[in-house]
């Protein structure tokens, strides 16, 4: 049985240990990036419709200003931000099944949005958004990667992919759970397999990597 390596930041990162260690999996955790706060300045609520969400990071680290924000709907990408919004005391008004344009595909095109994004945002699918950042994702620089040879890694976003690209010694043993197409071709090839979850959510990705750590690593 292969180890399971984790890569995504915390708090995202403790949830994903903890869920695969309920289903079994031998866990190695190792973050490549650390999400830190943005100053930034809350604008007019008076000048929007809605609050567009899509991270939870954005609720975690958006701060005292968030609660100018406080009587805007919230239209949320998945389950895990709009959770993340109502904890906040935030009013969810619709949440996505699916990334962010599927989400802005369910909404009617006149809604004035303010997305409150990370520093590298997603693709809106061509929809015209004011945006704020509120929070980043930075790199670590020595993040202590363990040989990857015989693990399934679990990636858990675009960044993470091309990050692991570029410090990945032997990856030919080495097989990949990608929680989209995108995050797949981030990360580059050469290695055993790639596959993508049914999904893009946590829970999708790990059933896929919970596959893959029954299989073997090629001899």
Same mark, same amino acid.
Request: proline share 7%; glycine share 10%.
């Given at each position: 049985m292969r180890r399971l390596l984790l890569l995504r930041p915390e708090p995202g990162l403790s949830a994903s240990v903890r869920r695969a260690r309920e289903i079994g999996l031998d866990v190695i955790a190792c973050p490549l990036f650390r999400v830190e706060p943005i100053a930034w300045t809350a604008p007019d609520p008076?000048?929007?419709?809605? /609050?567009? /969400?899509t991270s939870a990071n954005a609720v975690r680290h958006g701060g005292p200003a968030l609660g100018v924000l406080q009587e805007l709907p919230v239209h949320a990408v998945g389950a895990a931000t709009a959770a993340?919004?109502?904890?906040?005391?935030l009013a969810v008004a619709s949440v996505g099944q699916g990334n962010v344009a599927d989400l802005l595909a369910t909404l009617p095109g006149n809604l004035r949005l303010l997305h409150l994004s990370g520093q590298h945002h997603r693709p809106t699918g061509g929809r015209a958004l004011d945006r704020r950042v509120v929070y980043r994702s930075a790199a670590i620089e020595d993040p202590g990667l363990p040989p990857l040879g015989g693990l399934a890694i679990a990636v858990h976003s675009r960044r993470a992919g091309a990050r692991l690209g570029e410090l990945a010694d032997d990856r030919t043993r080495a097989a990949i759970a990608a929680i989209s197409q995108a995050t797949a071709e981030a990360a580059g090839h050469g290695w055993e397999r790639v596959d993508v979850a049914e999904r893009p959510d946590d829970a999708s990705l790990l059933a896929l990597v919970a596959m893959l750590c029954h299989t073997s690593p090629p001899t």
């Amino acid at each position: 049985m292969r180890r399971l390596l984790l890569l995504r930041p915390e708090p995202g990162l403790s949830a994903s240990v903890r869920r695969a260690r309920e289903i079994g999996l031998d866990v190695i955790a190792c973050p490549l990036f650390r999400v830190e706060p943005i100053a930034w300045t809350a604008p007019d609520p008076g000048g929007y419709d809605g /609050l567009l /969400l899509t991270s939870a990071n954005a609720v975690r680290h958006g701060g005292p200003a968030l609660g100018v924000l406080q009587e805007l709907p919230v239209h949320a990408v998945g389950a895990a931000t709009a959770a993340a919004a109502r904890d906040a005391g935030l009013a969810v008004a619709s949440v996505g099944q699916g990334n962010v344009a599927d989400l802005l595909a369910t909404l009617p095109g006149n809604l004035r949005l303010l997305h409150l994004s990370g520093q590298h945002h997603r693709p809106t699918g061509g929809r015209a958004l004011d945006r704020r950042v509120v929070y980043r994702s930075a790199a670590i620089e020595d993040p202590g990667l363990p040989p990857l040879g015989g693990l399934a890694i679990a990636v858990h976003s675009r960044r993470a992919g091309a990050r692991l690209g570029e410090l990945a010694d032997d990856r030919t043993r080495a097989a990949i759970a990608a929680i989209s197409q995108a995050t797949a071709e981030a990360a580059g090839h050469g290695w055993e397999r790639v596959d993508v979850a049914e999904r893009p959510d946590d829970a999708s990705l790990l059933a896929l990597v919970a596959m893959l750590c029954h299989t073997s690593p090629p001899t």
